[in-house]
């Protein structure tokens, strides 16, 4: 049973930065993609960034901001998350699927989220 568990979430100014945690309990870690994805009030879950080896995609509204790694030995993904704006508060999720996609559906395992809030 894979399992995720996001961290480093909280409230930081705009400009400011934060990066975010995903330890995965899986015995074969390096087989799966793992994903962030964001969720605003009132909007959809979107995707953010993947990482499947050393492939990684990002979103055209955090290229150039947001950076994503992986540490194998770790079992844990992070995302690197600077220049941070308002337009970023969301509750961010982390999830494990076959494949390197920014498609949601494509992921089958989720964390719980961690709550980013950029203030103005």
């Known amino acids: 049973e894979v399992r995720l568990v996001e961290s480093g979430g909280g409230l930081v100014q705009a400009g400011g930065s934060l990066r975010l945690s995903c330890a995965v309990s899986?015995?074969?870690?390096?087989?799966?993609?793992i994903g962030w994805f964001r969720e605003a009030p009132g909007k959809e879950r979107e995707g953010v960034s993947c990482i499947s080896g050393s492939s990684t995609l990002y979103a055209d509204s955090v290229k150039g901001r947001f950076t994503i790694s992986r540490d194998n030995a770790k079992n844990t993904v992070y995302l690197q998350m600077n220049n941070l704006k308002p337009e970023d508060t969301a509750v961010y999720y982390c999830?494990?699927?076959?494949?390197?996609?920014?498609?949601?559906?494509?992921?089958?395992?989720w964390g719980q989220g961690t709550q980013v809030t950029v203030s103005s």
């Open positions: 999830a494990a699927g076959p494949r390197l996609s920014m498609v949601k559906r494509v992921y089958v395992t």
């Open positions: 899986v015995f074969t870690f390096e087989d799966y993609a």
